[in-house]
Nanobody
Framework: QVQLVESGGGLVQAGGSLRLSCAAS????????MGWFRQAPGKERDFVAS????????YYADSVKGRFTISRENAENTVYLQMNNLKPEDTAVYYC???????????????????WGQGTQVTVSS
């Protein structure tokens, strides 16, 4: 069973930065694409960013492009989301997720992910 544990959320002022981490259990982390999603109150869970299993390709939602950076450290079974120039509209619970199948490029659809973390709250004040 794969377990994903997010950390790094918190309260920050607009224009500030946060770095989210997602630690994964299991020995096959490096074989799977990983993604970050977010869900604001009353809204659907939306794609934020994803990274290919090898880390060579990264994909972003238009709303975060240029401000957020996804990365992974396979030796540590961890994926990161560096968030800069945060805006109040970035306020949400952020979730990391692992792809259903190995060795694919990063995916944008929730349906492509089999395992999810419990989420970490990010609140950006204006």
């Amino acid at each position: 069973q794969v377990q994903l544990v997010e950390s790094g959320g918190g309260l920050v002022q607009a224009g500030g930065s946060l770095r989210l981490s997602c630690a994964a259990s299991g020995s096959t982390f490096s074989s799977y694409a990983m993604g970050w999603f977010r869900q604001a109150p009353g809204k659907e869970r939306d794609f934020v960013a994803s990274i290919t299993w090898g880390g060579g390709n990264k994909y972003y939602a238009d709303s975060v492009k240029g401000r957020f950076t996804i990365s992974r450290e396979n030796a540590e079974n961890t994926v990161y989301l560096q968030m800069n120039n945060l805006k109040p509209e970035d306020t949400a619970v952020y979730y990391c997720a692992r792809d259903k199948f190995p060795q694919r490029i990063g995916r944008r659809s929730r349906d492509d992910y089999a395992y999810w973390g419990q989420g970490t709250q990010v609140t950006v004040s204006s």
